[in-house]
Structure formats: structure tokens, C-alpha cells
């Protein structure tokens, strides 16, 4: 959205936010459509305008599959809401998801990749679709917090979406756009437990794992402790990239209660795993540039839990590694390409960099097996040059 556009949503928002309507207490009925002069009309339109830029957005993910999967997970949960949510995977490397009053859900790849299984995603698009059918951020709007947040997005343009990783984030996307999605979705402490609660139910209810809910937020807390930059280490983990949905320890222990004595459901791990496989690689790659290189250390050791898409998995922790830079880390990165290139599922590139450390680290005979290797492999690679460039400089050598 360019700063006009904000500056038009807000001032749109402030006037359909003085018609002083009352507020909705209870959950919405499916298929409601507000009258477009109410409050909740203008919040709608100003979502569907923000839709419009997700669609046009170069972060979308476009493969069909994918897509179709994600919404599968949004309707069993949304059940009777299905058919008025409309999902957007985007190609961004933070945990988030979120959901405008007006049906548009937008889930990032960060989640995806973060989730383990089903059933986590399921919970966490149940808590976003908790926001949505209690009208949460209209709550929000009528107590004029949200929209004195779009008066800021508009004053200091893209600050708000802010720097969760201590990394900036200007390389994803159109920051005032993502700020003043935001806006609207910074809900209170009270509001994310019943998001929780209503997440939680509607998992259950479609038959998968009650411990999924709790396990996914403690994963996201692990992640945040593991941080390598410590005004990340010392914040509240959060559930979502823009600070919004804090993650308190009185958040996951209501989510323990409610699975207490819950029989147990299905995960649905393996199908979940196979409908992200295609993007991994692209993910763990676009996560690097987060460079939190000790949290992407948690999150690979965790994929690698259960012994799937080691190859590439393998390769990313080289990757990591390789750019941290800590003392020994070369090595240990030229370990993970070597365990890498032992599995089927090892990206070419993986022989290229192992035949780089090899010979940075004194191993010419390594290097050039490793470098042949990645030769053959790599019939049409557009770096090849340099790689034969590279073997021929050290077979120059006496
Ligand atoms: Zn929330």
C-alpha cells in the first residue's frame, strides 16, 4: 500500500469510527455481510483494499497445491465459516498468520515452515479464525486503539511493523502495507486467551491432537530464547512477527489445562511434512536472511527430529554455520555438507560448498572429489565456470 493509500484507510476508519455503532458482543453468524456505512462496513472496505495489495504482492506464493492444502487445514477448523475465508500463503520468513474481519487470511511461510504437523497449524488458524468470529479487532477499532494506531502508521510510515528479530525487515514486502494490517490485529492479553480457547476447541473438535496447541506456542518460546540477539532473548515470545499476540506462560499453561484429560487425536506429521517439501529449501533459504543464526539452528534441529528431509536440512545447517562464523564453525559446517551429500534428497549445491571448506581447510584431495562430484551433477548450473575455474587452481598447484 503506498503512504496515500494508508492515509486514505485511516481516514476512511476515522469516519466510519465516530458513527458510534454499538459494539458486537457475541460471535458473528456465518455469512454476514455488515451494511457498508456501518463501522464494521468501513473496516471491511478498508480490508478489502488491503486484500487487493496482498494479491498483487510478489511475496504470494502461487503454487496451487500449497494453497489448496492451507485452506484445506483453515476449513477444517472454520467448518461452518469455510466458504467465506480466503487464504494467501505469502513467502515470508516470520511466524505469523492473520485474519481480517472481512474473511482475507494471510499465512507466512515462516509458519509453515515452523509448524510440525497438522494439527499446529490447525490451532493456529483456529486462534486467528478465534479473532475473526468475535469480532476482535472491530473491539479493538470501537476503542479507538486500533485506529490511533493507523494515525501512527501514517505519521511515521513504516516504523510500526517494527524489527522482531533485531533484523530489519524492509526487504519483505511493503512495510506501511504490513503496518497497517497490523494495526488492526494488535489485540489485548484477554483477547488472545479466547482466540486460544476458540483455537483449541475447533482443533479438537476435527479430530487432532489437543497437545498441539500448547507445543506449537512452546516451540515458538524455545526458538525465542535460543535468539542470537538478546533484546530478542529478553523479550516475551511472541505469536506473531509484529509484537503482537504475546506468548505468556499463563497462555500455555491454560492451553495444558484445556488438553488435560482430552483424548488423544491424530497429527497428521507425514501429510503435512509432504505438502511443504516442495518449499523447503526456498524457505530455509529465505530464513537465512533473518541472520538469527542460533534460533535457525533450534528450528533445523527440530525438523530434524524425525529423520525427514535430512539432505536438505543438512545443507541448511552447513549454510548457517558457514555464515555465523563462530570459532570451529567452518568445520562444523563442512561436517553438515558432508552429511548431507549422504542423502538422496541433498541440494547439488551441497557438493560446491563442501568442496569450498574442504579446501579452505587444508583438504585439496577432498575438494576436488567434491567438486568433481558437483560437475556432474550440476550439468546446467550457471556457476559451473567457477567451479572448474576452482579445481583447476588447485590441480595447478604442486
Ligand atoms: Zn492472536
Redesign the pocket.
Given at each position: 500500500m503506498t503512504s496515500r493509500g494508508v492515509a486514505a484507510l485511516a481516514a476512511g476508519l476515522l469516519l466510519t469510527a465516530t458513527s458510534g455503532l454499538p459494539v458486537l458482543a457475541q460471535q458473528r453468524p456465518p455469512g454476514l455481510v455488515p451494511d457498508p456505512t456501518s463501522v464494521e462496513g468501513g473496516l471491511w472496505g478498508a480490508m478489502e483494499r488491503t486484500e487487493a495489495e496482498a494479491r498483487r504482492s510478489a511475496d504470494l506464493n502461487s503454487d496451487p497445491a500449497l494453497n489448496d492444502y492451507v485452506r484445506g487445514v483453515a476449513c477444517r477448523v472454520a467448518v461452518e465459516y469455510c466458504g467465506e475465508i480466503r487464504v494467501y500463503v505469502m513467502d515470508r520468513p516470520y511466524l505469523n498468520a492473520q485474519m481480517a474481519p472481512n474473511g482475507y487470511m494471510e499465512v507466512w511461510s515462516g509458519l509453515l515452515l515452523r509448524a510440525e504437523n497438522e494439527a499446529q497449524l490447525a490451532f493456529v488458524l483456529g486462534?486467528?479464525l478465534?479473532?475473526f468470529l468475535e469480532n476482535h479487532s472491530l473491539e479493538r477499532w470501537n476503542n479507538n486503539k486500533a485506529w490511533a494506531t493507523a494515525a501512527m502508521v501514517v505519521s511515521v510510515g513504516a516504523g510500526v511493523a517494527g524489527a522482531y528479530y533485531g533484523v530489519d525487515m524492509r526487504g519483505i514486502g511493503d512495510l506501511a502495507y504490513l503496518a497497517a494490517v497490523a494495526s488492526v490485529m494488535n489485540?489485548s492479553r484477554s483477547?488472545?486467551e479466547e482466540?486460544d480457547a476458540i483455537g483449541f476447541e475447533r482443533m479438537v473438535a476435527a479430530g487432532l491432537e489437543p497437545t498441539a496447541a500448547a507445543a506449537v506456542w512452546r516451540q515458538q518460546q524455545a526458538e525465542t530464547r535460543a535468539s542470537t540477539f538478546r533484546s530478542v532473548r529478553q523479550s516475551e515470545a511472541m505469536?506473531?512477527v509484529f509484537r503482537?499476540?504475546p506468548l505468556t506462560a499463563e497462555r500455555v499453561a491454560a492451553l495444558d489445562t484445556l488438553a488435560r484429560d482430552r483424548p488423544g487425536g491424530r497429527e497428521e506429521r507425514e501429510r503435512y511434512r509432504a505438502a511443504m517439501r516442495p518449499h523447503l529449501a526456498a524457505w530455509l533459504a529465505d530464513d537465512l536472511s533473518r541472520r538469527d543464526f542460533n534460533a535457525s539452528l533450534t528450528l533445523t534441529e527440530r525438523l530434524e527430529r524425525d529423520g525427514l528431509d535430512l539432505g536438505v536440512l543438512e545443507f541448511h545447517r552447513g549454510q548457517i554455520l558457514r555464515q555465523r562464523r563462530d570459532d570451529g564453525d567452518l568445520e562444523l559446517a563442512r561436517d553438515a555438507y558432508l552429511t548431507a551429500t549422504g542423502y538422496e534428497d541433498a541440494p547439488v549445491a551441497a557438493w560446491r560448498e563442501l568442496g569450498d571448506l574442504q579446501a579452505r581447510l587444508g583438504d585439496p584431495e577432498a575438494a576436488r572429489v567434491a567438486w568433481r562430484t558437483y560437475l556432474e551433477r550440476a550439468t546446467a548450473a550457471d556457476d559451473r565456470w567457477i567451479v572448474e575455474d576452482s579445481l583447476t587452481a588447485l590441480e595447478a598447484k604442486p
Open positions: 486462534h486467528e478465534g479473532h489485540y483477547q488472545e482466540a505469536g506473531s503482537t499476540h
